[in-house]
């Protein structure tokens, strides 16, 4: 370890990665991959990293990307172009060194098949993580959700570590026609935990789909955050917990929080 990286008491990894690649996978969403170190080796999926992009020499807010698969090799972060922070990093090339914090947050833990899940748009990205950990699970399948088939991505990947891969678009262009939300309730059968991640009314149909049938849902959320440390207390979301309502910080306690226990 040089004198640039370090360990924090609660082993969060800070220190500078190498870019290997970024490719624009569709338009303006982008993935990038970086050199790994031995704590980001050991993400889990559904956790992400920090990025500290530079623009004309000086550093701005750091932006959260992320961990699309993660190993002893590389890191595979996934992000869309929204401002001025993610158009820097889209302009990165290979070689380039980076400022990187993390894995942050809490992740999918302890998933165990006959497992579904379930990913909209951008929210496809962790998951294809968590498909990579329970590829050996025959019982585990995805649905995944784009608005047409030119937002749809990863396809190939996912059909690589998964047998059963169901895809679908608000237009019909690819897949069958309708949503992800729809699409687990008409094939859903047998499993006993649903993982998600993608926009909040998808989240919240399949949560309330969830409790209807007795499934366990986990969510993964997606926040607008500060700090990524817990400090700021810009991306908290209410919690039912211990029988009252209270804020938990999706950067912290989350992304992934018991869906049943959040109120959307």
Known sequence: MNSREK????????G???????????????LLEISSSEQLSKSDAG??????????????????LCIADADAGSVKLIFRVKGKGTLCLSGLSKGDRISVMGPLGKGFKDIKGPVLL???GLGAAPLYFLAKKLQNNEKT?????????NEAYFIDEFKSVLRNVFICTDDGSLGSRGN????????????KILCACGPRP???????????????IFVSLE??????????LGCVVKIRSGGKEEYQRVCKEGPVFDGSKVIY
């Open 7 to 14: 360990l924090s008491s609660d082993k969060i990894f800070f």
């Open 16 to 30: 500078l990665r190498e870019v290997i690649s970024i490719k624009e996978i569709i338009k303006g969403t982008f």
């Open 47 to 64: 956790q992400f990293v920090y990025i500290i992009p530079r623009i004309q020499k000086r550093t701005i807010l750091p932006r959260p």
């Open 118 to 120: 379930a990913g909209g």
């Open 141 to 149: 399948s995805i649905v995944l959700g784009f608005k047409n088939k």
């Open 180 to 191: 992800a939300a729809e699409k687990v309730r008409e094939i859903i059968s047998g499993e």
């Open 202 to 216: 998808m989240l919240k149909s399949l949560s309330d789909f969830a409790g209807e049938r007795g499934i366990r």
């Open 223 to 232: 926040e607008r955050m500060g700090c990524g440390m817990g400090a700021c």
